[in-house]
Structures are given as C-alpha cells and as structure tokens.
C-alpha cells in the first residue's frame, strides 16, 4: 500500500514537472510568436499632423523589422493629446498598443494638467527617440504681413485685432506661439485651440482668421510652396538643411529661443522587457536605413541619434527640466 501511494505521489510529481515545462515552453513560445496579430499605433493628434505623419512611416519600419508585422495607426485626438495617451496608459501591457506621440505627452502635460487622467513615469515605459521635430513661424499667403518684424509691429499696435491657433491647449504649437507673444510685448494674445489640429488651424491661418501659427515643414512647407502660407522663421536653434534660407528666432531677436520637441515610442507600463527591447531594436535598426534619414530630413524632422533604452530614459528625464521653464514663462494652466 505504502509502495502504491509512493508510487502515485511519485506519478503526481512528475505530472507537476511536466506541466510546468508546458507553461514554461508555452510561455516561451507565446513570447517567441510576437507579434501574432496586428499592432495598434495610437496617435493623440488628428489625422495630416506632423506626428501623424512620422508615425505612419515607423509604423512601416517596426512591421518590416518584426517580420512582417500589420501596425495600425489609430488617431485619438483631443485635450492636447491626452486622450489618446491615456487610452495607452489604460491599455494591456502586452504590446500591441503603443503610443506615438512627443514631448506634449511625456514632459508638457503633467506641468499643466493638474488633473491628468495618466502620469508618464508611472505609466509608460520608453522605447525610442525617433525625431526632432523643430517648427516654423507662418502667416497667411495673402498677408500684409511680411517679416517677423513686421508680425512684432502689427500685434503691437492693434492686439486686439490679431490672435494665433494651436493643437491644443498645452502642446508644444501653444507654448511655442505663446513664447513669442511673450517676446512681441502682447503676452494676452488671443489663443484659439482645434481639436482637428493641424489642418484645422493651417485652415484658418490661410483663410487671414488667425494671424499666426506654428507647425513643422511636413505640415507647411508644401502650403509655403504654394504660396498659401508665408514662413516668417523657425522655431528651433539652428537653421534646417531643408530650408536653409529661413533665419531662426534667435537671431532675430538676438536672444535664445528654441521650442524644438521631439517624437518617441512608448509601451504601456508592465509591458514585458524582451517585447520593449525587440520593438526599440526595431526602430534602430530601420535609423540605420540611409532613405529613411533622408526622407526625415527632408520633412524637416531630422532623425535623432541612436540611443540605448538607458540613454532614452535618461533623455526623456531632462526633457521634463527643460519644458518646466518654458511652461513657466508660458504661465499656460488649465
């Protein structure tokens, strides 16, 4: 009897082991198979935005270099981007919903939300830096406004007259006009926000109902082309190899002015180490394309160098520093 229960435990054990070599080995095999269906890509800005755009095309790059992996784009625009960032946040952490988004998400929000639905650092894990994404000043084509001198005297001497358009309050095109309000004399500009973001508020600029806007090339550079818009200067510290011709802020004003943000790649917190790794492998392996840089390049969002995950945290870290200052002079809140 003794025998037969030695026997039987003996039977159970082995069962045990078994079983957990299955799940092991399933496990395994689970994490081996991602991606095993389609890769969700949430945009928090309106379709025809400048990160709507960049994210379309790292879309392409992570499904090439997961092996042929499906990533759809889904745009959910709203509240400066907060909307889409936190149906991430909200999301399984398994990794196939991520979020495409900039600094207005990471770094910007939570200086001016103080009730923000998400908190970054709690819940989002970095995967990459993929641009810089630096802005331009515009007017209308027809505008009797000719030169960033020009805009300073106009505001000046008739603000109630004038106003500027933005993404969203808090996102970087908000305080990026309202740092140059602020630099104009006119600091109570009128503010318009649009929730249809870019091709809203380029919409209005055109038509002379707004007076000013900011957005990168990809967004304006083809309306400056075609004569629909008139480009006053660039937002960032140095002039682009795109449009070389166009003088940044800083030197006209003769002090420093650089609002450049950038886009990155972020998974929902609790999202498996080995699945943030393959998907941050991704993007630098297809950085290393040398069309891709210069297709980046050209829409006047340069690539941004190649960093670890360690680096890329450390980046997104002094990211928030650097944005605390220009909210602050910005004294934008909600």
Same mark, same amino acid.
């Given at each position: @009897? ?5 026997? #039987? ?19 395994? @095999? ?10 969700? %890509? ?26 042929? $992996?499906?990533?759809? /784009? ?49 819940? #989002? ?7 810089? /994404? ?13 030169? #960033? ?5 106009? /505001? ?14 808090? $996102? ?16 109570? %500009? *009128? ?31 083809? *309306? ?7 480009? *006053? ?8 190899? /795109? ?8 030197? @006209? %004003?003769?002090?420093? #002015? ?6 990155? *790649?972020?998974a929902p917190a609790g999202t498996p180490a080995d699945i943030v790794t393959r998907l941050h492998e991704g993007i630098a392996a297809g950085r290393k394309n040398a069309a891709l840089a210069t297709q980046f390049e050209e829409l006047g969002t340069p690539l941004m160098p190649d960093l670890s995950l360690q680096q890329v945290n450390t980046f997104m870290k002094q990211e928030v520093d650097r944005w605390q200052v220009m909210v602050k002079e910005a004294q934008i809140t909600v």
């Amino acid at each position: @009897m003794h025998s037969t229960r030695r026997n #039987f435990l003996g039977s159970l054990a082995s069962l045990s082991l078994a079983a957990s070599g299955v799940i092991r080995s399933g496990h395994a @095999m689970a994490q081996d198979r991602y991606p095993s269906r389609a890769i969700k %890509l949430i945009v928090p800005f309106a379709p025809g935005s400048s990160t709507d755009i960049a994210a379309r095309t790292w879309g392409d790059v992570i499904g090439k270099q997961l092996g042929g $992996a499906t990533v759809i /784009v889904d745009n959910r625009a709203g509240a400066g981007g907060n909307i889409g960032a936190t149906a991430v946040a909200r999301s399984k952490p398994d990794g196939y919903t991520l979020l495409y988004s900039t600094a207005t998400t990471w770094a910007i929000a939570p200086l001016i939300y103080p009730d923000l639905a998400y908190q970054p650092t709690r819940d #989002f894990l970095p995967v990459a830096v993929t641009t810089t /994404v630096p802005t331009f000043l515009v007017v209308g084509g027809d505008s009797d406004i000719r030169s #960033f001198q020009d805009l300073g005297a106009r /505001v000046r001497a008739a603000p109630d007259r004038h106003s500027y358009g933005s993404n969203g309050v808090g $996102a970087n095109s908000h305080i990026t006009c309202k740092l140059i309000a602020n630099r104009l004399g006119v600091p109570n %500009l *009128l503010h318009v926000p649009f929730k249809q973001g870019s091709q809203g508020v380029m919409s209005e600029v055109m038509a002379g109902r707004l007076t000013f806007a900011v957005d990168p090339w990809s967004v304006v550079g083809p *309306l400056v082309r075609s004569g629909r818009l008139r480009v *006053l200067g660039a937002t960032g510290s140095k002039r682009l190899s /795109v449009a070389p011709e166009i003088p940044t802020l800083g030197e @006209m %004003l003769h002090q420093e #002015f650089d609002t450049t943000t950038w886009s990155g *790649l972020w998974a929902p917190a609790g999202t498996p180490a080995d699945i943030v790794t393959r998907l941050h492998e991704g993007i630098a392996a297809g950085r290393k394309n040398a069309a891709l840089a210069t297709q980046f390049e050209e829409l006047g969002t340069p690539l941004m160098p190649d960093l670890s995950l360690q680096q890329v945290n450390t980046f997104m870290k002094q990211e928030v520093d650097r944005w605390q200052v220009m909210v602050k002079e910005a004294q934008i809140t909600v």
